[in-house]
């Protein structure tokens, strides 16, 4: 019996601890993708800024938080808007986490992680991707005003569906 056990057992809880392993590699891996597509959002955006004269947004880790949180409802609650499936507004949501500001906005976009992407071609790499959603929102006049306003700070969050469509939140903040 002790036999057997060791036969089923064993395996099995290799299998386990393997597929933990590969899990937390796949996160890990995600998580060092998401981290280079926000800084290159924020490079690109600060560039645009640069060109019109305005100063660099900071990164914001409150303003990430806040911009993830709503990619990742928008993924996971099925909706493509500024209100969020609670009906809450950028600014309703800052306040709920106790984020302070003295003026807000939110940028937000979709795009496929695929090789054929109408107007932006293969955007399966971080730089390709950043750039597909940053010339989106740049050629967007309420975007692009978010993007040269008179902020000082911006969060990126991102999150992807299952079937491999980034949903992108920008958070532009005054404290």
Same mark, same amino acid.
């Given at each position: 019996?002790?036999?057997?056990?060791?036969?089923?057992?064993?395996?099995?809880? /290799?299998?386990?601890?393997?597929?933990?392993?590969?899990?937390?590699?796949?996160?890990?891996?995600?998580?060092?993708? /998401?981290?280079?597509?926000?800084?290159?959002?924020?490079?690109?955006?600060?560039?645009?800024?640069?060109?019109?004269?305005?100063?660099?947004?900071?990164?914001?880790?409150?303003?990430?938080?806040?911009?993830?949180?709503?990619?990742?409802?928008?993924?996971? /609650?099925?909706?493509?808007?500024?209100?969020?499936?609670?009906?809450?507004?950028?600014?309703?949501?800052?306040?709920?986490?106790?984020?302070?500001?003295?003026?807000?906005?939110?940028?937000?976009?979709? &795009?496929?992680?695929?090789?054929?992407?109408?107007?932006?071609?293969?955007?399966?790499?971080?730089?390709?991707? *950043?750039?597909?959603? &940053?010339?989106?929102?740049?050629? *967007?006049?309420?975007?692009?005003?978010?993007?040269?306003?008179?902020?000082?700070?911006?969060? &990126?969050?991102?999150?992807?569906?299952?079937?491999?469509?980034?949903?992108?939140?920008? &958070?532009?903040?005054?404290?």
């Amino acid at each position: 019996m002790k036999v057997i056990l060791n036969k089923i057992f064993i395996p099995l809880l /290799f299998f386990m601890v393997m597929s933990c392993a590969k899990d937390s590699e796949a996160q890990e891996i995600e998580k060092d993708l /998401f981290k280079e597509i926000a800084e290159k959002i924020l490079a690109k955006t600060n560039d645009i800024r640069k060109s019109q004269g305005k100063t660099d947004l900071a990164q914001n880790d409150e303003m990430d938080i806040l911009a993830t949180l709503h990619s990742e409802n928008m993924v996971d /609650f099925n909706f493509f808007a500024h209100v969020d499936h609670e009906d809450k507004s950028p600014s309703e949501r800052a306040n709920a986490l106790s984020f302070s500001w003295t003026s807000i906005a939110e940028n937000i976009g979709q &795009v496929p992680w695929f090789e054929n992407v109408s107007s932006c071609g293969d955007t399966r790499s971080a730089e390709a991707i *950043s750039n597909c959603v &940053v010339e989106g929102w740049k050629n *967007s006049p309420g975007h692009y005003t978010n993007m040269i306003g008179d902020y000082s700070e911006l969060g &990126v969050g991102i999150a992807f569906t299952k079937d491999s469509i980034a949903f992108f939140t920008q &958070v532009f903040r005054n404290p």
